[in-house]
């Protein structure tokens, strides 16, 4: 993945959590990242929906970002996700080794 690809990827999945938080299509969202690129989307969600829930989960084998978890209040390792839910798709969908944008929006 280029990084223009990658910074993309990040603003579509900041666009889409807050619009989604907005027009109120789930009271609890689960962001899965170990970096720090979606810190300042913890942020505002946390700003703009206190009465939602952001869970960071930490991809297996992954620390989870230090900066987003100054922001959500829950964190989860993927490990522990209880067996049926939907972030468990991911872990058929996508080889840990190099996560692709494309099976992630699709699995969303």
């Known amino acids: 993945m280029t ?38 989307t913890a942020k505002l969600f946390k700003s703009r929906f206190p009465e939602k829930t952001l869970v960071s989960v930490a991809p297996p084998g992954r620390d989870y970002s230090k900066h987003i978890l100054s922001y959500p209040p829950e964190t989860r390792p993927i490990d522990q996700m209880a067996k049926g839910h939907p972030i468990n798709r991911l872990r058929e969908l996508l080889p840990w080794g190099e996560i692709s944008p494309a099976k992630i929006l699709a699995a969303a």
């Not at 999945?13 to 990242?33: M, Q, R």
């Open 3 to 40: 990084p223009s690809q990658s910074s993309l990827l990040d603003v579509n999945v900041a666009i889409n959590l807050i619009s989604d938080a907005h027009l109120d299509v789930f009271d609890v969202a689960y962001l899965l990242s170990a970096v720090s690129d979606q810190a300042a």
